[in-house]
Nanobody
Framework: VQLVESGGGLVQPGGSLRLSCAAS????????MSWARQAPGKGLEGVSG???????YYLDSVKGRVTIPRDNAKNTVYLQMSSLKPEDTAVYFC?????????????WGQGTQVTVSS
């Protein structure tokens, strides 16, 4: 199983970024995918998620600024972020929870750094 994030970088406040998470080794279309982040000195925080049926959820502080489209043909989930703020600075991690019999499976990528600064 592999989750490979990309698209992070340095962006000015108010700017946009699109993170990508390319998945392999499991049935992507039947998996719940999500993004979490960890800011310096803080714990892991769930940002957004999308289920296999396309339903989504968002952290309150990113609602209206973030979307989480998925492309099942490319086994890829994205995190489209706009109106970025310095407090969005964090390492962003992709997570996959494939549907299936117990025990539950839970996979993480290596993370990609997002820095929002002028």
């Amino acid at each position: 199983v592999q989750l490979v994030e990309s698209g992070g970088g340095l962006v000015q406040p108010g700017g946009s970024l699109r993170l990508s998470c390319a998945a392999s080794g499991f049935t992507f279309s039947n998996s719940a995918m999500s993004w979490a982040r960890q800011a310096p000195g803080k714990g892991l925080e769930g940002v957004s998620g999308i289920y296999s049926d396309g339903s989504t959820y968002y952290l309150d502080s990113v609602k209206g600024r973030v979307t989480i489209p998925r492309d099942n043909a490319k086994n890829t989930v994205y995190l489209q972020m706009s109106s970025l703020k310095p407090e969005d600075t964090a390492v962003y991690f992709c997570n996959a929870k494939p549907f299936g019999p117990p025990p539950p499976r839970d996979y993480w990528g290596q993370g990609t750094q997002v820095t929002v600064s002028s």
